[in-house]
């Protein structure tokens, strides 16, 4: 049977709430070091006021005036920024280590994809993400969780959501997922079918030709919708950045030797984002190999339910002859020069993990794909601002998200550590503010 309505739901969704869904509250979060998603030094000693949704003062401790019916949260000795964001997730899976098993397993046990999507949006939340993009469910389910979430009917990341992708050729997952198409007035019809569903963005997956990538980015536009393209081959790379595509996901990794350096200048040029992608198996796979205990992680025990967890213990056994993994050498071997072409040439990057994918887990693969950015030299300021400012200006979302200002809604984390020191001090935040209200695990 399904896991909604069960013992197991009831572990699957606990969270401490401090206050009802709707309420409107004062919230103060007093004392610790601000960085404010700018790379300009931080406040120290700070002070966010909080009324219901939206920040209504921030600054020094000392020079704000803390509201008397106000909740006050002591930050002191922790650091308050913005909410994270992650462009690219899958909340269908959860880092089980093979598709070809897991939608089948799905199938045996009666367990519902919006089920499984529940338990990501909530892992997600819980490990800073409070604003993530969904790219690839079925349509229904897709829609259905990110309303639930809106209403404040069950804890989550706030979802933008693609719904099914667009793609020449339906392979890999099931049928639900993707459309397929064979000619552009296709790919325009299912922008148009997606658009009057009520999606967020248009995700279009790897295969198509310049034509249909031409055809759903103008259908997009015209619905005010971006288009995030799945695009690894210079060629593809090419086709999507000249015809409009909104974001280059997946650029330069899965083993792709570097770019010439006439692209990568054209995409720094034309300031489209790249959102490689690169942690889920080039660093990932060496840090399992290193630590497997992380695939025992107690969150993991926490958020599924047994028979769940039981599942993707199974899966992990040998993980390392997983098909997932099998060009993960080749990856290796070009990692460092394909994310680092884009950190060196000053692209406008974007963070997004593709969790969900084997043994890349939601929560904590926006930690390590932040930090392998850092790892090649960005700097962690830089690093916090694609994460969270940058990524919601690629959304078209910066007037509201991305930074702690006044007036913007109140998405906020805080976490032990100074991560401009250790970009670790992201991993398992003490305190996530989404909206305004404060979660902890």
Same mark, same amino acid.
């Given at each position: ?81 913005? /909410? ?78 693609? /719904? ?33 569903? /009520? ?78 992608? /690169? ?163």
């Amino acid at each position: 049977m399904g896991l909604r309505g069960t013992k197991s739901t009831l572990v699957v969704l606990g969270l401490a709430l401090a206050a009802p869904a709707g309420a409107q509250q004062r919230l103060a979060l007093v004392g610790g070091m601000l960085l404010d998603g700018y790379e300009v030094p931080p406040v120290h000693h700070a002070a966010v006021v909080i009324e219901g949704a939206r920040i209504v003062a921030v600054g020094r401790a000392a020079e704000i005036e803390i509201p008397d019916d106000a909740e006050v949260i002591d930050t002191s000795g922790r650091v308050m920024l913005p /909410g994270l964001i992650d462009l690219h997730a899958h909340l269908a899976i959860l880092g089980h280590g093979s598709y070809g098993r897991w939608f089948p397993w799905l199938e045996e046990e009666g367990i519902s994809i919006e089920e499984v999507m529940e338990i990501s949006a909530k892992q997600l939340l819980l490990a800073g993400v409070t604003t993530a993009v969904d790219l690839a469910a079925p349509l229904e389910a897709s829609i259905s969780l990110r309303d639930r979430i809106a209403r404040g009917e069950i804890p989550g990341a706030r979802m933008l959501m693609s /719904g099914p992708w667009i793609t020449s050729a339906v392979r890999f997952w099931p049928p639900e997922f993707q459309i397929g198409v064979s000619s552009p007035e296709e790919a325009s019809e299912a922008v148009e079918r997606l658009a009057a569903a /009520g999606v967020d963005v248009i995700k279009a997956w790897a295969g198509l030709t310049r034509e249909d990538y031409q055809a759903i980015a103008d259908t997009a536009h015209e619905h005010g919708l971006r288009v995030h393209a799945h695009v690894y081959g210079p060629e593809e790379v090419r086709n999507a950045l000249e015809t409009g595509i909104d974001v280059l996901t997946h650029a330069g990794s899965a083993g792709t030797p570097p770019y010439e350096p006439e692209l990568v200048r054209d995409i720094v040029v034309a300031g489209r984002p790249v959102v490689i992608t /690169g942690a889920h198996r080039v660093w990932v796979f060496p840090a399992t190999v290193q630590f497997p205990e992380r695939l025992q992680d107690p969150r993991l025990r926490q958020d599924l339910p047994a028979v769940m967890y039981e599942e993707f213990q199974r899966s992990f056994e040998n993980f390392h002859t997983l098909g997932y993994f099998q060009t993960t050498p080749r990856q290796m071997f070009f990692g460092d020069a394909s994310l680092g072409q884009f950190i060196d040439a000053g692209a406008v990057m974007g963070m997004g993990t593709d969790s969900g994918t084997p043994l890349n887990f939601h929560t904590e693969a926006l930690w390590r794909e932040i930090k392998a950015h850092v790892d090649l030299g960005m700097a962690p300021l830089d690093a916090i601002a694609a994460a969270t400012r940058i990524n919601a200006r690629i959304l078209g979302m910066g007037d509201e998200l991305g930074t702690i200002e006044v007036g913007k809604l109140a998405d906020i984390i805080v976490i032990d550590g100074d991560p401009r020191f250790d970009i670790m001090a992201l991993d398992d935040p003490v305190l996530v503010v989404k909206d305004g209200r404060p979660y902890r695990r």
